[in-house]
């Protein structure tokens, strides 16, 4: 599909925890500086342990969150922004922890009534997501190396994606709420969605960057390190028209963490998927075909075109690009998340009411107070 997005899970989230290092480096570093700014003068027991404790935000019957899990997933969501040129205004953070916080509850509630069937899917979707993002990454390699810059480990990754997704197989089941087949065909076959099963010319390509820009705060490097730059990528056209290995260059040279690893080859791609720049190169050019320098906000590019695919209507049988499922399961999953999500609030306040879940931070309380009334206020204004 090209306009539904329906891959909802932590996976997408997760991808953008591994574009800055861990929030705990920051932390580490003030409480390493704190006893010097206190002008030599000791802190006692309770002021240590009011700077350095972690204590529990929210508990029910059989859970505990601690501040320290909610810090992890905040941090993910302040390094998306980052990712994305953005800031988050200091007014929202609260409000968005406070969501965070919210669906966190959510899910310990679900995985206290997952059953056999319920964790075994779980497992089988997180499957799929870790293999979705090591295409995405490149390698393996590639992944665990992002991973490691936020203080995660693959294994504490994979077990984060595995509690989420069988959290979501207990809501579903517990919901009745599964889409059928015959509302998957039904789904496909109205006109109104025609557009979604538009696959457009697509160009599969191999890539060598030299960045121009900082990869973190995305400023531009200084004059003469651009300058080297074109140096170092006019030789590597060069060795290139001069028969050497495209992919072998790839790997030893580029700056690309997407492709490196993979000899410089991305996942098929369209138009609107890539720089104009890049596409305007690429859908010009014939199979393995070698671009010239290409210059583009990220730096300079060097492309070999591996193949080129017409626009096609996609089938239900078809596989989504860079993930291990079909067409017709990502309807699916799509149908089934408007059902769940329709009927899920009024079951999910009966589990928390049952649970007796209560909120002790106060800032926390008050901004899922809030959340609830602006979502209760949207649905009786959608009505």
């Given at each position: 599909?090209?306009?539904?997005?329906?891959?909802?899970?932590?996976?997408?989230?997760?991808?953008?925890?591994?574009?800055?290092?861990?929030?705990?480096?920051?932390?580490?570093?003030?409480?390493?500086?704190?006893?010097?700014?206190?002008?030599?003068?000791t802190?006692s027991?309770?002021?240590?342990?009011?700077?350095?404790?972690?204590?529990?935000?929210?508990?029910?019957?059989g859970?505990?969150?601690?501040r320290?899990?909610?810090?992890?997933?905040?941090?993910?969501?302040?390094?998306?922004?980052?990712?994305?040129?953005?800031?988050?205004?200091?007014?929202?953070?609260?409000?968005?922890?406070?969501?965070?916080?919210?669906?966190?509850?959510?899910?310990?509630?679900?995985?206290?009534?997952?059953?056999?069937?319920?964790?075994?899917?779980?497992?089988q979707?997180?499957?799929?997501?870790?293999?979705?993002l090591?295409?995405?990454?490149?390698?393996?390699?590639?992944?665990?190396?992002?991973?490691?810059?936020?203080?995660?480990?693959?294994?504490?990754?994979?077990?984060?994606?595995?509690?989420?997704?069988?959290?979501?197989?207990?809501?579903?089941?517990?919901?009745?709420?599964?889409?059928?087949?015959?509302?998957?065909?039904q789904?496909?076959?109205?006109?109104?969605?025609?557009?979604?099963?538009?696959q457009?010319?697509?160009?599969?390509?191999?890539?060598?960057?030299?960045?121009?820009?900082d990869?973190?705060?995305?400023?531009?490097?200084?004059?003469?390190?651009?300058?080297?730059?074109?140096?170092?990528?006019?030789?590597?056209?060069?060795?290139?028209?001069?028969?050497?290995?495209?992919?072998?260059?790839?790997?030893?040279?580029?700056?690309?963490?997407?492709?490196?690893?993979?000899?410089?080859?991305?996942?098929?791609?369209?138009?609107e998927?890539?720089?104009?720049?890049?596409a305007?190169?690429a859908?010009?050019?014939?199979?393995?075909?070698?671009?010239?320098?290409?210059?583009?906000?990220?730096?300079?590019?060097?492309i070999?075109?591996?193949?080129?695919?017409?626009?096609?209507?996609?089938?239900?049988?078809?596989k989504?690009?860079?993930?291990?499922?079909?067409?017709?399961?990502?309807?699916?999953?799509?149908?089934?998340?408007?059902?769940?999500?329709?009927?899920?609030?009024?079951?999910?306040?009966?589990?928390?009411?049952a649970?007796?879940?209560?909120?002790?931070?106060?800032?926390?309380?008050?901004?899922?107070?809030?959340?609830?009334?602006?979502?209760?206020?949207?649905?009786?204004?959608?009505?």
């Amino acid at each position: 599909m090209k306009k539904q997005n329906v891959l909802i899970s932590l996976a997408a989230f997760a991808a953008a925890l591994f574009t800055l290092p861990c929030a705990n480096a920051a932390s580490s570093t003030n409480a390493t500086n704190a006893p010097a700014s206190a002008a030599g003068k000791t802190k006692s027991a309770d002021e240590m342990t009011a700077l350095f404790a972690d204590p529990v935000i929210a508990k029910g019957k059989g859970f505990e969150i601690k501040r320290s899990e909610l810090d992890q997933v905040m941090t993910g969501v302040k390094s998306a922004a980052v990712a994305r040129g953005q800031m988050i205004p200091a007014a929202q953070m609260n409000m968005i922890a406070g969501q965070l916080l919210d669906r966190m509850i959510q899910d310990r509630l679900l995985l206290q009534k997952a059953t056999d069937a319920d964790k075994s899917n779980g497992v089988q979707r997180t499957t799929i997501q870790m293999k979705t993002l090591i295409e995405r990454y490149g390698s393996q390699e590639a992944l665990e190396r992002q991973i490691k810059a936020t203080g995660m480990t693959m294994a504490e990754l994979r077990a984060k994606l595995t509690d989420e997704n069988t959290a979501q197989a207990v809501k579903v089941r517990e919901l009745n709420a599964a889409a059928t087949d015959a509302e998957v065909k039904q789904y496909y076959d109205d006109t109104n969605h025609a557009a979604d099963f538009e696959q457009p010319e697509m160009v599969q390509i191999r890539n060598i960057l030299l960045l121009t820009i900082d990869p973190v705060t995305r400023t531009p490097l200084p004059t003469d390190q651009q300058q080297a730059k074109r140096k170092q990528i006019d030789d590597l056209l060069k060795r290139i028209r001069g028969g050497a290995d495209f992919a072998a260059l790839a790997k030893q040279y580029s700056e690309d963490p997407a492709s490196k690893d993979n000899g410089g080859e991305l996942p098929p791609l369209s138009r609107e998927q890539m720089g104009t720049e890049l596409a305007a190169a690429a859908f010009s050019m014939t199979n393995n075909q070698v671009s010239d320098v290409i210059t583009t906000v990220y730096g300079y590019h060097i492309i070999k075109l591996l193949d080129k695919t017409p626009p096609k209507r996609v089938a239900l049988t078809d596989k989504v690009p860079s993930a291990d499922i079909t067409v017709a399961d990502r309807i699916k999953e799509f149908l089934t998340l408007q059902k769940t999500e329709k009927l899920a609030p009024a079951y999910l306040e009966k589990l928390e009411k049952a649970d007796d879940v209560q909120i002790l931070d106060p800032d926390l309380k008050a901004a899922i107070a809030e959340a609830a009334s602006a979502n209760a206020a949207g649905t009786m204004h959608g009505k």
